[in-house]
């Protein structure tokens, strides 16, 4: 991924909080042949296995895609685990700047996004327990918000057949990136009036942009101040 340096977020507790928060991915791998190959998954983050975490999932037993990563596991093979956060378009009427002689305003519209990349060889999971384990790590993780969460019954016959049509895999995470591309390389006033401009806005990506964007200007403004 480009991530020029003012947008790069390297803060450990940043990047896995958001990996929570936003855990429906997209597992890339290539073939054989070199073709890109991509599953939309949610995975889960284990911070504390391996040097710098592990992310654990499961692809279903139809999906072709485990067959090319068992066969690749010998070579140490990378994939990458892709996450998408909040993300908004970002009009140049909102910079508020005064027009030029020609009557232009030399500004261009932009995107503000956020998103981690992750990278790490893939260890497939045949164990029949090893994958009710991660079916059970899924379920426990989505279903903890519930009034009344519901629970997996790994010990039951359905439940065992039900691990039989998936494949389950870890990933040993070997590199992060980060990117917060939140107008850092904008003037602090023009950053300002854009997050307002987003924060009047009524979709959610808009607000959330907005609330990250300010949280940047408040933690540059800070930065200046203990300088």
């Keep these: 991924m480009y991530v020029p340096p003012y947008f790069a977020q390297h ?58 990563l068992e066969g690749q596991q010998s070579e ?29 305003q030399n500004v261009v519209p932009t995107w ?8 790490g060889a893939c260890r497939l999971e045949h164990d029949l327990d090893a994958t009710l384990a991660i079916l059970r790590r899924y379920v426990e993780f989505y279903e903890r918000g519930q009034p009344a969460p519901w629970k997996f019954a790994a010990d039951t016959d359905f439940a065992r057949r039900l691990a039989e049509q998936v494949v389950g895999f870890q990933i040993e ?25 987003l924060a009047a806005l009524d979709d959610a990506d808009s607000q959330a942009i907005a609330e990250l964007m300010r949280g940047a200007l408040d933690s540059s403004d800070a930065g200046a101040g203990t300088a």
């Design 76 to 104: 140490g093979r990378q994939v990458l685990a892709v996450f998408s956060g909040p993300h908004a378009y970002i009009s140049p009427t909102w910079y508020a700047e005064e027009l030029a002689a020609d009557g232009t």
């Design 112 to 119: 503000n996004y956020t998103a981690v990349h992750i990278y």
């Design 173 to 197: 995470i070997t590199r992060w990136e980060g990117k917060w591309k939140l107008g850092q390389n904008h003037p602090a006033q023009r950053r300002a009036r854009t997050a307002a401009a």
């Design 11 to 68: 803060d450990p507790a940043t990047l896995h909080s958001f990996v929570r928060a936003n855990s429906f991915a997209t597992l890339v791998s290539a073939s054989d042949d070199g073709a890109p190959v991509a599953s939309h998954l949610p995975l889960l983050l284990d911070e504390n296995q391996g040097a710098q975490g592990t992310l654990v999932g499961h692809l279903a037993r139809a999906n072709p895609q485990w067959r090319q």
